[in-house]
């Protein structure tokens, strides 16, 4: 159904939006508990962008995983081929991705400056993942799976943290919050939008996965700004962070007023959702929320095609608040263990619960929660597609073990649990501009999986990865412009 609020009509302006504005090149969880699978996957090839080093497992917050693998019930085969330095066009590489193909330029004949008859405004593809233990946020080019750059993400990287990270709605910008050094900190994506601070004439950047430059010389770095008031330590740091998609301007084919979403606690009680603006980085409003029943700051954060962002408070309640009045809504859990959480076109919120919980929804429309049957694992992120397929990362130690449960969205039933030959520990799930579902793990390493035909690809990426929120921008583009 369709939501009648203040952006369905921004929704309609931009049904015909292609590539434009700033040019450059084309470009969070539940185990399906079904034991029956119709589809069996494809095969695993890998590629790789870094040594992967995996450690021991994430000992983040609230309901720790161990890094050990498990065998899954529904043991699915699947073949390894060396692919070092793959490119897209490899033949064992997945090609069968949703269509975004259309018109990348304005229609000289209708005048639109969007293009007429594109498939949205989403003109890059990268995967952005945070390097939790070094302080540090990889730009991983999904189309050539190639890791293009690595960049600190705080002045104290040691003690940085790194964790969520969420992608603006045409993909051209990445912030990233810090648990420990309660920061938040914004990059571009592409040389184009990056800002020449010493007035050479040349943008300084990183080049590839292996040039790390010192904080304050990458020029694609734009803002680095501490949440207010402070957390009152690492638990209270910031967490659940979204960009929110901001107004659209047929003139120019462009979002405007794009504002960041932050939440994080400054007492044990007492929970803070800062909203910064996307250009600036000023934290431009606080929004207090007492009797926080957690000790653990805001975890998930998602936006919405409607007006509204929304974080969990982790196991315990779902809140909305309004982007443009700022109001708050609380919505109690019922049972459900809030933990990975996802918005999908129809702007109902998806949860993947930890502890072996069933994957969860909000209808957002009747205010209710639901539970996906026969769908309980031991959840972190979930991703939603186009389509309406909701992936979800499953931990070791739930029904199926390691792996990533498929759950329709539109039939609210489990599909199928996907197994992959190397699993440690799942976190984060995003979609790619071309369709394409992404699992990032803790280990050192990324999968991406072709949501038709199931086949696997590996790239490994140095350091570990407690990485949630929309890494690639997918997400949000898919709640604001639903296929």
Request: charged share 15%; aromatic share 10%.
């Amino acid at each position: 159904m369709v939501f009648m609020h203040r952006w369905m009509g921004v929704i309609s302006a931009v049904i015909g939006l292609a590539g434009c504005g700033d040019g450059g090149r084309a470009t969070d969880s539940a185990t399906a508990g079904q034991t029956d699978s119709t589809a069996a996957p494809g095969p695993t090839t890998t590629a790789t962008t870094g040594t992967a080093s995996v450690t021991q497992g994430p000992t983040e917050d609230v309901g720790t995983a161990s890094n050990s693998d498990s065998e899954a019930t529904t043991a699915l085969p699947t073949t390894t081929q060396d692919i070092t330095g793959v490119t897209a066009s490899s033949t064992t590489d997945p090609t069968s991705g949703p269509d975004t193909s259309g018109s990348t330029g304005p229609d000289t004949t209708t005048g639109d400056p969007c293009g007429g008859g594109g498939s949205g405004a989403f003109d890059f593809s990268y995967l952005w993942v945070a390097n939790t233990s070094q302080g540090s946020i990889s730009k991983v080019n999904t189309q050539t799976l190639t890791e293009e750059g690595r960049y600190y993400a705080d002045p104290n990287p040691a003690g940085a943290s790194s964790s969520r990270t969420s992608v603006n709605i045409d993909g051209h910008f990445v912030v990233v919050s810090n648990r420990a050094s309660y920061s938040v900190t914004k990059f571009a994506a592409d040389k184009g939008d990056c800002v020449d601070k010493n007035g050479d004439g040349v943008i300084q950047t990183s080049a590839n996965k292996d040039d790390i430059l010192p904080w304050g010389a990458d020029e694609c770095m734009l803002w680095n700004t501490a949440v207010s008031p402070a957390p009152f330590g690492y638990n209270g740091g910031p967490r659940g962070t979204a960009w929110a998609p901001g107004e659209f301007n047929p003139a120019t084919c462009k979002y405007e007023n794009q504002k960041v979403w932050v939440g994080w606690l400054d007492a044990p009680t007492h929970a803070i959702i800062g909203r910064f603006d996307g250009v600036t980085g000023v934290q431009d409003a606080t929004i207090p929320l007492d009797g926080w029943s957690s000790q653990i700051s805001p975890y998930g954060a998602a936006a919405d095609g409607n007006g509204y962002v929304w974080f969990i408070n982790v196991y315990q309640e779902l809140v909305r608040i309004d982007t443009e009045t700022l109001e708050v809504k609380r919505y109690p859990g019922e049972g459900i263990q809030f933990y990975g959480m996802t918005v999908d076109g129809k702007g109902n919120v998806w949860f993947g619960p930890y502890s072996n919980g069933n994957v969860a929804m909000f209808d957002a429309q009747t205010e209710t929660f639901h539970q996906i049957p026969n769908s309980a694992e031991n959840h972190r992120g979930i991703a939603v597609d186009a389509n309406g397929m909701a992936w979800v990362a499953a931990n070791a130690g739930g029904t199926h073990g390691c792996g990533l449960n498929q759950i329709d969205t539109n039939t609210l039933t489990a599909v199928q649990f996907h197994t992959f030959e190397q699993c440690s520990t799942p976190v984060g799930v995003s979609i790619d501009v071309d369709g394409f579902v992404w699992m990032v793990d803790y280990g050192g390493w990324a999968y991406r999986i072709d949501p038709n035909t199931y086949v696997k690809t590996q790239v490994l990426i140095a350091g570990d990865h407690y990485t949630y929120s929309d890494m690639t921008g997918g997400g949000l583009f898919n709640a604001v412009m639903p296929g």
